[in-house]
């Protein structure tokens, strides 16, 4: 069995997880909408997962929609005491399949009602609040009023911790004047590193970041090098991907998503492939390169 152990720990509002976590975004149907195609496979899964030492698990009412939280409750409940469930809130899904915001603080409360009774819970560990001014990125605009209605629920004990995701530099700021803020999730791999100050930033505050696509997402990372350092090392290029991603800083958690036990166990893999220097210094300048 791959010792996911040896990626290390940080911590996750006041609990500890392993740094190689698992995301249940693709256990829904295709676009996330909808169910598995296999859901006996998907239950599967998220034990195999659960069995492998996985003790963080990300997920969201709005995928499927609720359609990976039920699966979550049904393969896991009861759930291990260190079991680690962080959700996101602030959209919702029409008829079509399209994602729609839901961020007033009207539509926040509801959805994490919807996330306690899928998921089966009396409180929620971590609720990401996904901003959603911008579809391909981060976009500046305040979140006072959205933060207010989580830190109210918080209050309430229905959520014990608050993440954002989507989020600028500001308004993590603008947010942890608010409340205490654990972590942030944004588009972060190799390819895509607009966030290299502020994850080294948040590092030093000890807030962790959990980067979304770290495999690139619904279009793999695709890169020659990459390739080539995957084959020297005996390695595939998703675990080298994953492997650059937990050696870039020790506050990054990762999520990377799958329907199948074979990949699942390929990524869980990349916990222990450690990146010599020379090879380091290779994938950084994939960035580079992209950038020209």
Request: aromatic residues 6%.
């Amino acid at each position: 069995m791959t010792h996911i152990q040896k990626a290390g720990s940080f911590g996750l509002g006041d609990r500890t997880v392993k740094r190689l976590g698992y995301g249940a975004m693709q256990l829904a149907g295709p676009g996330v909408f909808g169910p598995p195609k296999d859901r006996e496979m998907a239950l599967t899964v998220l034990r195999e997962a659960v069995f492998a030492g996985v003790d963080h698990i990300d997920t969201s009412d709005f995928y499927g929609p609720h359609v990976t939280n039920q699966l979550i409750r049904e393969a896991l409940r009861p759930y291990p005491d260190d079991l680690t469930i962080v959700t996101k809130i602030g959209a919702r899904r029409g008829d079509d399949a399209a994602w729609i915001p839901a961020f007033t603080p009207e539509e926040l409360t509801a959805q994490v009602h919807d996330n306690l009774r899928n998921l089966g819970l009396d409180a929620l560990e971590v609720v990401n609040l996904r901003i959603i001014f911008g579809i391909h990125g981060p976009v500046e605009g305040s979140i006072e009023e959205q933060v207010t209605a989580l830190a109210k629920l918080q209050e309430q004990g229905l959520v014990r911790h608050i993440g954002l995701s989507n989020a600028t530099r500001t308004q993590i700021a603008e947010a942890r004047r608010i409340v205490d803020i654990v972590c942030v999730q944004n588009h972060y791999n190799l390819v895509h590193r607009d966030d290299d100050r502020l994850i080294d930033e948040l590092s030093a505050e000890g807030i962790a970041y959990v980067p979304f696509f770290p495999l690139g997402g619904f279009t793999p990372l695709q890169s020659a090098t990459l390739s080539n350092v995957a084959a020297r090392l005996d390695a595939t290029p998703m675990q080298v991907a994953l492997a650059w991603l937990l050696q870039r800083a020790p506050n990054i958690l990762l999520i990377p998503g799958t329907s199948s036990v074979a990949h699942l166990r390929e990524n869980l893999a990349a916990a222990e492939l450690e990146l010599p220097q020379d090879a380091v210094v290779e994938l950084n300048g994939i960035a580079e390169t992209a950038a020209i």
